[in-house]
């Protein structure tokens, strides 16, 4: 598997870990590839030390986001990681012990904005286009474009690289459309791996870590608001928090300082953002995999679109019918009161399993085709 695998990022992790562990469930032996970068060491870590821009992280938040980022180093450790290897020729070239990418039976790209020629640090990565993989198949599973949007397409020897692949996934319109105008194939829509492969996350009632004052832990976290994400518009906090007033509800900032919410945890890990979502009340967000969480356990949650992420939100909710759950300036209190007050509708969950369906049917068929071909021919 190749993704995004060591950024400082919820969803990044979380889409990584729940990806190779649906993998190991199918009877496959999966494991990622540990691709390294100074580079992009560099860029996260220091993102990871000032997330909410403009301005400068004060010292003690910088202690807290720091504490938060050594909770990742762990979590990434103790995945099943390939043997290290240099993400950039520069670094190859300098590195006198680099060792070669082993052969795979199948390397799986995705999920994450793999595709995204704009992403800060990522983009314009061959590795993620099937560069350096030495495998028989190459297959991409919910691969993103992210906010590059689809009528910019792709340059031609980008898409040439995309027409190696045995097997074409993704995870939202966009990205289809650009994969259909530029490489010529229609691929298959399939969902986030977390959605997909839901059963590895924590399930409700799961104890966290702890951690006492000035954790969400240390509150009722049914009786919380988890809020996720940061740089809210004012007409989004001013009705939050107007809608928590009037529930009696604490809103508890999960990974990044909002000064205007209840609690701060800034030191929240992946597993225990994780349990937090899985145990609030209700969810409010900015970011795609808020709203991916949220779906997830069935939670009521509002979200507001942000620049980087309306794309990918958007197609999120359109495609599983969930459009009632993102907010505008314009939207009344009542719907507020709606969609913070009532879990996911079964319209959205039947859409969610139709979905879970077709793309393990993708899965199957894109690391299996040998197998079944030879169960078709015993059975012929």
């Given at each position: 598997?190749?993704?995004?695998?060591?950024?400082?990022n919820y969803g990044s992790y979380?889409?990584?870990?729940?990806?190779?562990?649906?993998?190991?469930?199918?009877?496959?032996?999966?494991?990622?590839?540990?691709?390294?970068?100074?580079?992009?060491?560099?860029?996260?870590?220091?993102?990871?030390?000032?997330?909410?821009?403009?301005?400068?992280?004060?010292?003690?938040?910088?202690?807290?986001?720091?504490?938060?980022?050594?909770?990742?180093?762990?979590?990434?450790?103790?995945?099943?990681?390939?043997?290290?290897?240099?993400?950039?020729?520069?670094?190859?070239?300098?590195?006198?012990?680099?060792p070669e990418m082993p052969q795979?039976?199948?390397?799986?790209?995705?999920?994450?904005?793999?595709?995204?020629?704009?992403?800060?640090?990522?983009?314009?990565?061959?590795?993620?286009?099937?560069?350096?993989?030495?495998?028989?198949?190459?297959?991409?599973?919910?691969?993103?474009?992210?906010?590059?949007?689809?009528?910019?397409?792709?340059?031609?020897?980008?898409?040439?690289?995309?027409?190696?692949?045995?097997?074409?996934?993704?995870?939202?319109?966009?990205?289809?459309?650009?994969?259909?105008?530029?490489?010529?194939?229609?691929?298959?829509?399939?969902?986030?791996?977390?959605?997909?492969?839901?059963?590895?996350?924590?399930?409700?009632?799961?104890?966290?870590?702890?951690?006492?004052?000035?954790?969400?832990?240390?509150?009722?976290?049914?009786?919380?608001?988890?809020?996720?994400?940061?740089?809210?518009?004012?007409?989004?906090?001013?009705?939050?928090?107007?809608?928590?007033?009037?529930?009696?509800?604490?809103?508890?900032?999960?990974?990044?300082?909002?000064?205007?919410?209840?609690?701060?945890?800034?030191?929240?890990?992946?597993?225990?953002?994780?349990?937090?979502?899985?145990?609030?009340?209700?969810?409010?967000?900015?970011?795609?995999?808020?709203?991916?969480?949220?779906?997830?356990?069935?939670?009521?949650?509002?979200?507001?679109?942000?620049?980087?992420?309306?794309?990918?939100?958007?197609?999120?909710?359109?495609?599983?019918?969930?459009?009632?759950?993102?907010?505008?300036?314009?939207?009344?209190?009542?719907?507020?009161?709606?969609?913070?007050?009532?879990?996911?509708s079964a319209c959205v969950h039947?859409?969610?399993?139709?979905?879970?369906?077709?793309?393990?049917?993708?899965?199957?068929?894109?690391?299996?085709?040998?197998?079944?071909?030879?169960?078709?021919?015993?059975?012929?």
């Amino acid at each position: 598997m190749l993704t995004f695998h060591r950024c400082i990022n919820y969803g990044s992790y979380w889409q990584a870990r729940c990806l190779v562990d649906g993998l190991r469930d199918m009877g496959h032996n999966a494991v990622l590839l540990d691709h390294r970068s100074h580079r992009i060491d560099f860029m996260e870590w220091r993102c990871a030390l000032q997330p909410v821009r403009p301005g400068a992280t004060p010292a003690p938040d910088r202690r807290l986001y720091a504490r938060k980022t050594r909770k990742f180093f762990d979590a990434v450790a103790a995945l099943p990681l390939s043997r290290s290897f240099a993400l950039e020729r520069t670094e190859l070239a300098q590195s006198r012990h680099t060792p070669e990418m082993p052969q795979f039976d199948a390397v799986v790209v995705g999920s994450d904005e793999v595709w995204n020629l704009a992403h800060p640090w990522y983009g314009h990565s061959p590795i993620f286009f099937g560069d350096q993989l030495r495998a028989n198949r190459l297959v991409a599973y919910a691969a993103s474009c992210g906010h590059h949007p689809a009528d910019r397409g792709l340059p031609p020897h980008w898409a040439a690289k995309l027409r190696r692949f045995d097997a074409l996934s993704v995870r939202d319109r966009n990205t289809w459309s650009v994969v259909a105008r530029c490489v010529g194939t229609r691929p298959a829509m399939v969902l986030d791996p977390c959605l997909q492969f839901a059963s590895a996350l924590p399930a409700p009632g799961s104890e966290g870590s702890g951690g006492g004052h000035g954790d969400g832990s240390s509150h009722n976290q049914a009786r919380s608001i988890a809020l996720y994400g940061h740089n809210f518009s004012g007409w989004f906090i001013e009705r939050l928090v107007a809608h928590a007033r009037r529930r009696g509800l604490r809103i508890v900032s999960i990974g990044y300082r909002n000064d205007w919410a209840d609690v701060q945890w800034l030191t929240a890990g992946p597993e225990d953002f994780a349990r937090f979502i899985a145990n609030a009340g209700a969810v409010a967000t900015n970011f795609f995999h808020g709203c991916v969480f949220a779906l997830c356990h069935g939670k009521p949650f509002v979200c507001e679109r942000s620049p980087y992420r309306a794309i990918k939100i958007d197609d999120l909710l359109g495609t599983l019918g969930a459009r009632r759950h993102l907010a505008d300036a314009d939207t009344p209190a009542a719907c507020w009161d709606g969609v913070l007050g009532e879990p996911v509708s079964a319209c959205v969950h039947a859409r969610i399993g139709a979905s879970r369906a077709s793309s393990q049917v993708f899965l199957h068929e894109a690391l299996e085709p040998e197998a079944d071909a030879l169960r078709e021919a015993r059975h012929a």
